[in-house]
């Protein structure tokens, strides 16, 4: 265990390179289960959740080893389809192998996952959807247990946009006989990545990235190498750290595109940025403005950045409201940022947030993974020392956050505890 020990200090300055998209990793290993040929993944980010979805694949009995550039998951030795409640509760995003496993085996046992610090976070439309393609599921004893012969295309309407529980039919589909149509999908370009990779394996997919995508089932996937894009989330929080901070950042190996309503956003509160190709260029500003932004699926305002914009807010000149529209609780972060003499006022799904207020360090408690984050950058503008406690969430997402700002001249201390 440790904890983060942040001196407030001036603006950054410099390079920081962005890692694989964890988001993307996730879902690509788990469509590793679809194949028995090895499949390599290339540009995977170093961060716990991978870890832990590498652990459940081996404990299914795959093949996981690790490449200088990436990672290699051979699911030829496939032999169990039970994964265990430990790995779900530590990472929802288990979830994610309930389709492959199906698709493949034709058997699934999978914890049911709780609710977590950002909301119930039920996925019940990943279950109405599987058993629309013709798997019987029960929950029972806290477990969801899915059988199926061969899953049959069908047409799928999701109620409500599902970023996972997209990627769990697209997977699941590929096998199925006979045509599948997903509708009202999510448009999230870590969709896109998974059918890029799940073509490469062979799978018929086409409409990836719009509300529509028609999977036409094959009989087996093969393997293949895939490169995972860069995490837009990692960008965007650099891009706060910048902003914050009022410094001058490169931020490279990125995807601009990926992000484009977060970056407009920013230059909407004053953030006077470029973009050259895979890069992007933060310049220094002279003050930002209170600006309003909901959160909203993608292309919208990522959910994923709300956490980071809300510590910019905090240093932006009037009152910004910002509506979080996708999870219910997920405002843990502005408790801890009053702590530090923010004046934030939350109201149900909105918090206003009136600046700037000077912040000040002090003890802090990390509750979820862009929660931290968020916390790490306003420590990096706090009046003294700001210890940030339960760092495990910011292992769960980011590859080296601490050390990747202290090379742009943050002080960042990572102490044992
Ligand atoms: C994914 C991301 C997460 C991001 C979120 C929203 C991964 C591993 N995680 O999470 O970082 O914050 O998208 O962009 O990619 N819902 C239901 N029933 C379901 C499924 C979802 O009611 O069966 C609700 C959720 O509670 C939430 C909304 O739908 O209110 C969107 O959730 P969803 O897109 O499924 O989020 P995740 O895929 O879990």
């Known amino acids: 265990m ?3 020990v942040i001196q407030g200090n001036g603006p950054l300055n410099g390079r920081v390179a962005i890692s694989g998209a964890k988001n993307s990793a996730l879902p690509c290993l788990t469509a590793c289960i679809l194949s028995s040929e090895p499949v390599t993944l290339t540009n995977v980010p170093q961060v716990d959740d991978v870890a832990t979805m590498c652990t459940l694949l081996s404990e299914l009995g795959m093949g996981v080893r690790n490449l200088s550039h990436g990672v290699e998951i051979d699911g030829s030795s496939i032999h169990a389809h039970a994964t265990r409640y430990d790995l779900v509760k530590a990472m929802r995003a288990s979830i994610l192998a309930l389709g492959p496993l199906l698709a493949r085996l ?6 049911l996952p709780g609710g977590c610090a950002i909301g119930a976070r039920p996925v019940d439309l990943h279950i109405n959807a599987l058993k629309q393609l013709g798997a019987e599921i029960t929950l029972e004893h806290g477990n969801i247990e899915a059988r199926c012969t061969r899953l049959k295309g069908t047409e799928i309407y999701f109620d409500k946009v599902t970023v996972t529980g997209t990627e769990n039919v697209l997977m699941a589909a590929t096998l199925a006989e006979g045509t599948t149509v997903i509708h009202n999908a999510a448009l999230e370009p870590e969709i896109e990545d998974l059918a890029h990779l799940l073509r490469a394996m062979g799978a018929q997919i086409k409409g990836e990235g719009t509300s529509t995508i028609a999977i036409e089932g094959v009989r087996e996937l093969k393997g293949a190498t895939h490169e995972v894009i860069p995490d837009r989330i990692e960008t965007g929080t650099y891009v706060c750290a910048a902003a914050i901070t009022a410094g001058h950042l490169f931020i490279d190996k990125c995807r601009p595109n990926h992000l484009s309503r977060f970056l407009e956003q920013m230059q909407r509160v ?3 940025l470029s973009v050259n190709g895979d ?3 933060v310049k220094p500003h002279t003050g930002l403005l209170g600006k309003d932004v909901q959160t909203m699926p993608h292309p919208g305002f990522p959910t994923d950045m709300q956490a980071q914009y809300m510590a910019v807010m905090t240093q932006a000149k009037g009152r910004s409201l910002i ?7 997920r405002f843990m972060h502005a408790v801890e940022m009053k702590r530090m003499g923010a004046d934030i006022r939350i109201d149900g799904h909105n918090a206003i947030v009136t600046g700037p207020t000077n912040l000040s360090g002090t003890d802090v408690q990390a509750t979820d993974l862009r929660a931290s984050a968020s916390l790490v950058l306003a420590g990096l503008v706090a009046d003294g020392e700001t210890v940030i406690h339960e760092i495990q969430h910011l292992a769960r997402g980011y590859d080296r956050l601490d050390e990747k700002l202290v090379m742009a001249g ?8």
Do not use: D
């Open 106 to 111: 034709g058997r699934a046992e999978i914890s």
């Open 323 to 329: 509506t979080e529209s996708i999870f219910e609780n």
């Open 270 to 272: 004053g953030l006077p």
């Open 2 to 4: 440790a904890k983060l």
């Open 410 to 417: 943050a002080r960042i201390e990572r102490v044992a505890i």
């Open 279 to 281: 890069t992007i260029e």
